[in-house]
């Protein structure tokens, strides 16, 4: 229980409970009334003609649940929506990976998923379609090495689970000069962008859906097989210090278990800059309040 | 020695069909897929569940198209009232080995081949029943890493001392030398998979034990259901819409 | 770690599905019915306290052994009792050598539970000094060959193992009572443990979910079974022990069903044990009385020691070969003394493989020799003797090595024995006469 989680790292003296059990209580009030959640063995109420998917299995008829969940209809499809699992993959899926491995001709990223993602070096295309040659598979390691942070798509997906990415266009590829964050996948939803540019801050921001969050300084997408010669640019210390800002915020929201889109880590941001708020208070009892209060309101308005 | 008095009573003041308190949390140790503590009275242990992950150690793999389970049960050296010697003893092989297969009888492994799930266990706290609470702490963190199980495993053990059947022993009352009978089953299935059983007892005697402690499993089994809705529901609002 | 994955023997999937539809219709492989038990073969050794038990094709050794240590501090009155199971490779290429796998420890705690925890041998009576001084029993669990179902042979091997042991006999005494003085078996008689009753294991193998039981499974459908069950019961119908590690669920209703099968069968099981260790007695007792007066400190058979009388003779091996022929003659004059001596020459073997029957292939002259001689041999118990003995065994075992050098080998221990110094002429003599006869 992520209650709990915040009380061993986070003591909250009394005013701060109630204030937080308060908003948790308003919060749980908002939320959709129809209880669908449902837990291991439980049995769910099947309609005839409907397909089972994930999390289903049939018992002397009576259909089951296999994992604790959410039971969600899609036309015919009945299936449980896991809250948290590993990241389950699907294809065009923008993922952020670590690379655990540097093989012959791939790379093996680790994605909080059941299989490691493979990134091949043919699949790193450019616009400029050039064959691989031995040359590049020697100067493999000048390009990405062990412990780098990578962004990709999912490619296809094995039937034996082999998971294989790609990174074809510029915007994919080697992350640097940021931080890279774990969250649940659970808390990022599919949408259509995942790349955000803050343009204000000059900061990049991708949310992949596996759950593994990029925040760094706005770089200008460009092709990753040439080799940058040039001198490491310095990053200022307000580009730095608002990364750090943004990324506390995803914490803070992470831990609270809410969910990641843009809108509400600007939210956030703006929030403990309005609160005069110091970077490493954010991370404190007194923001995690703060934050919950102001999610409560921002879905009342929502709704 | 008495263990229990003419009135019925035991050393720590229950019934003979009473079991110790349980309290159970889940979602304790923030970097595992899937953690619980699980406290039976004095008895505290705590699970953590890595997986389903790549699989690390290619020759473990004996069934392809199955998971891999591995499972490590082991004493905190302050677990007990003089501190241990050794962390891994034969018993903690045993009983890892048991946990384990206990486990895979209620993981669906065909769902996911090539992977590996492991299995932490720590016993913090040993007052007897601590492979019970293991196995609950375990079906708490699988459930919880939203791993695909065919049912809660849950367990209880039950005793025989002063001619009377004992639910739920602890330390005293297991080392008073009479028989110990620890019991897991499947509750909706309906299905006995761990028994376990040393020290002599006839047969009517064991069925009666036998008896009592899967009453007990079913009264664990219900507090552990209600702990992983209240998870869920809880996760499920903050998540919104 | 790949070598050990490259020999795990692995089951084909025809095979499983062969087993597992044979026995929807109640049909086993090896053709027994579902709760029949293969052929039980218990044997016993030389020394006090080592059996071997052969179970279908799984070959169980037990020995037992004591020693005298310092009790633990929370039970000073009891002796104590621990078993030590051996998963040698040679029975299977999946076992590993040096530090126990998981079976090992999980049939050492079968059987632990079984014996000790149902307080089947008593410990109190192990003790010699309260506090101080008491009996630690050891017993040690060899496995030779892996046939499936180690656990219930394991069980029966270290029951007979106990049941045969017999310890040195000790007094307290000394100034302040506090001296122990250990009696050694020519003085006094080594006693045996006290047993209360015999636990004995009932494995069951579940298939088909755990709808067919089946007891006493084999090598082939303990790697089709879905799930195992291990009860351990004795003859009063208690219940010693239950082990069912996990896997496949079954019904409450399978469960006692299995007991009631394992109860049903315990006092047959029993019956095979006690009358087995009651004839190795008595064939033991019956030693002690041919004893030779002149021989006072060895057990030896009858004619055997005539045979011995007549080397301490006669120095010249030819001599002694002409008196082994004698007596094989003799001893093949009289066939029921042969028959009634089978089981003492048996045990009388050290280091011999226990299958090989000196009497089972047509006999031949020169093998019986072979036995004769190195009974001779065994007067006193020195190790080295008993090292040589098992490497002639084995080497006529092989086959390959030619009878006579074996027994030139054995007359070399002889003259070795007999003057104490040797030359390398004395090696060399005998085996050259030896080809001059044949």
Same mark, same amino acid.
């Given at each position: ?303 | ?241 | 770690?790949? #070598?050990?994955?490259?020999?795990m023997w692995r089951l084909?999937?025809?095979e499983s599905?062969?087993v ?8 086993r492989v090896d ?7 293969r ?16 179970l279908g094709q799984t070959h ?27 998963f040698?490779?040679?029975a299977d290429p999946s076992f ?7 079976s ?39 496995i030779?060959d892996n046939g499936g179902n180690l656990v219930d042979a ?22 302040? #009572? ?25 494995t069951?193998g ?8 089946v007891?006493d499974p084999t090598y082939v459908e303990e790697a089709v079974m879905?799930?195992r ?210």
């Amino acid at each position: 229980m992520v209650m709990r989680k915040l009380q061993l790292e986070l003591p909250l003296n009394q005013t701060q409970k109630v204030r937080f059990k308060r908003a948790m209580e308003r919060l749980q009030f908002l939320s959709s009334t129809t209880n669908n959640s449902v837990i291991v063995a439980d049995s769910i109420h099947e309609d005839a003609f409907l397909l089972k998917g994930h999390g289903t299995s049939e018992v002397d008829g009576e259909l089951m649940a296999t994992v604790c969940g959410v039971v969600t209809h899609v036309d015919k499809l009945v299936y449980i929506r896991t809250l948290r699992a590993r990241y389950k993959p699907e294809v065009k899926d923008i993922v952020v990976g670590r690379v655990i491995e540097v093989s012959k001709s791939c790379w093996r990223l680790e994605l909080n998923s059941t299989k490691d993602g493979i990134l091949k070096l043919s699949s790193m295309d450019n616009d400029v379609q050039r064959r691989k040659t031995y040359v590049d598979e020697l100067n493999m390691r000048n390009i990405i090495v062990e412990d780098d942070v990578v962004c990709a798509e999912v490619g296809c997906i094995h039937r034996d689970g082999g998971l294989e990415l790609r990174a074809t266009s510029y915007k994919y590829g080697k992350l640097e000069k940021g931080q890279h964050l774990m969250v649940d996948p659970y808390l990022v939803k599919r949408s259509n962008i995942h790349f955000h540019y803050i343009e204000s801050l000059g900061i990049d921001l991708i949310i992949g859906r596996n759950g593994f969050i990029w925040v760094g300084e706005h770089v200008q997408a460009q092709d990753h097989m040439i080799l940058d010669d040039e001198m490491i640019k310095h990053t200022s210390l307000e580009t730095r210090q608002s990364i750090l800002r943004i990324g506390n915020a995803i914490r803070v929201l992470s831990n609270l278990g809410f969910t990641m889109t843009l809108e509400v880590i600007m939210e956030t941001f703006n929030l403990s800059n309005a609160e005069n708020i110091d970077v490493y208070d954010m991370l404190g009892s007194e923001f995690h309040v703060l934050v919950a209060e102001n999610e409560l309101e921002r879905r009342i308005r929502r709704a | 020695m008495e263990y229990v008095n003419p009135e019925g009573l035991r050393l720590d003041g229950r019934r003979f069909n009473e079991m110790r308190q349980i309290v159970a949390e889940v979602g304790v140790v923030s970097k595992a897929d899937g953690s619980a503590v699980f406290e039976m009275g004095n008895t505290k242990v705590i699970a953590a569940v890595y997986g389903p992950r790549e699989i690390q150690n290619k020759s473990q793999q004996k069934k392809n198209d199955h998971a891999v389970v591995l499972c490590e049960y082991s004493m905190a050296q302050f677990s007990t009232g003089d501190r241990r010697r050794q962390k891994f003893d034969r018993r903690s092989t045993e009983l890892s080995l048991v946990i384990r297969q206990t486990m895979e009888a209620c993981i669906l492994t065909e769902l996911m081949p090539h992977s590996q799930i492991d299995i932490f266990l720590q016993v913090l706290q040993a007052d007897g029943g601590t492979r019970s609470a293991c196995i609950n702490a375990a079906t708490l963190a699988l459930a919880d890493a939203g791993i695909p199980m065919r049912d809660l495993a849950v367990s209880c053990s039950a005793g025989y001392l002063n001619s009377t059947p004992l639910l739920d022993l602890n330390y005293v009352e297991d080392s008073a030398g009479g028989a110990d009978v620890t019991v897991g089953i499947l509750p909706k299935l309906d299905k006995v998979t761990l028994l376990q059983m040393d020290a002599k007892l006839p047969m009517e005697t064991f069925e009666t034990v036998f008896a009592l402690a899967s009453e007990g499993c079913k009264a664990i089994a219900e507090r552990i259901r209600e702990v992983l809705q209240e998870n869920t529901k809880q996760l499920e609002y903050r998540r919104a819409a | 770690m790949e #070598g050990r994955l490259a020999n795990m023997w692995r089951l084909t999937v025809n095979e499983s599905k062969f087993v597992e539809t044979a026995l929807q219709s109640e049909l086993r492989v090896d053709g027994r019915g579902l709760y029949d038990y293969r052929k039980l073969t218990i044997k016993f050794g030389k020394e006090y306290g080592s059996s071997e038990v052969q179970l279908g094709q799984t070959h169980v050794m037990g020995f037992v052994t004591a020693q005298m240590v310092q009790p633990y501090k929370d039970r000073p009155n009891e002796g104590s009792l621990s078993i030590f199971t051996e998963f040698s490779p040679m029975a299977d290429p999946s076992f590993e050598p040096g530090r126990p796998g998981e079976s090992a420890v999980e049939l050492g705690r079968i059987i632990d539970r079984g014996l000790r925890e149902s307080r089947a041998v008593d410990t109190e009576s192990l003790c010699i000094l309260a506090g101080k001084m008491v009996w630690s029993v050891r017993i040690d669990l060899h496995i030779l060959d892996n046939g499936g179902n180690l656990v219930d042979a394991a069980n029966i091997a270290a029951l007979a193992a106990l049941m045969t042991f017999r310890r040195p006999d000790c007094t307290v005494g000394g100034e302040n #009572g506090q001296e122990v003085i250990i009696h050694p078996p020519e003085e006094r008689e080594p006693l045996p443990l006290i047993i209360h009753h015999l636990p004995i294991a009932f494995t069951f193998g579940f298939f088909n979910k755990g709808n067919i039981v089946v007891m006493d499974p084999t090598y082939v459908e303990e790697a089709v079974m879905c799930g195992r069950m291990t009860v351990t019961v004795n003859a009063n119908g208690d219940i010693c022990a239950i082990q069912k590690p996990g896997e496949e669920g079954v019904n409450q209703s399978v469960i006692l069903h299995c007991l009631r099968l394992a109860s049903s069968r315990a006092a047959a099981t029993t019956k095979i044990i006690r009358e087995e260790v009651e004839a190795y007695n008595r064939e033991r007792s019956l030693q002690k009385v041919k004893r030779h007066p002149t021989l006072a400190k060895s057990e030896v058979s009858g004619p055997t020691v005539a045979v011995k009388e007549e080397y301490r003779k006669s120095s010249d091996q030819e001599k002694a070969a002409e008196i082994s022929r004698e007596h094989v003659e003799r001893l093949k004059l009289s066939p029921e003394e042969l028959r009634s001596s089978k089981e003492q020459e048996a045990t009388n073997f050290k280091g011999g493989p226990s299958n090989w029957d000196p009497y089972s292939e047509a006999m031949d002259v020169d093998s019986l020799k072979v036995s004769l001689a190195s009974e001779g041999d065994s007067i006193t118990k020195s190790s080295s003797k008993k090292k040589t003995n098992g490497s002639g065994n084995a080497q006529k075992d092989g086959g390959e090595i030619s009878v006579e050098e074996v027994t030139g080998d054995l007359g070399k221990k002889d003259t070795k024995h007999k003057d104490g110094e040797m030359t390398l002429k004395d090696a060399v003599k005998p085996k050259k006469k030896r080809k001059n006869k044949t």
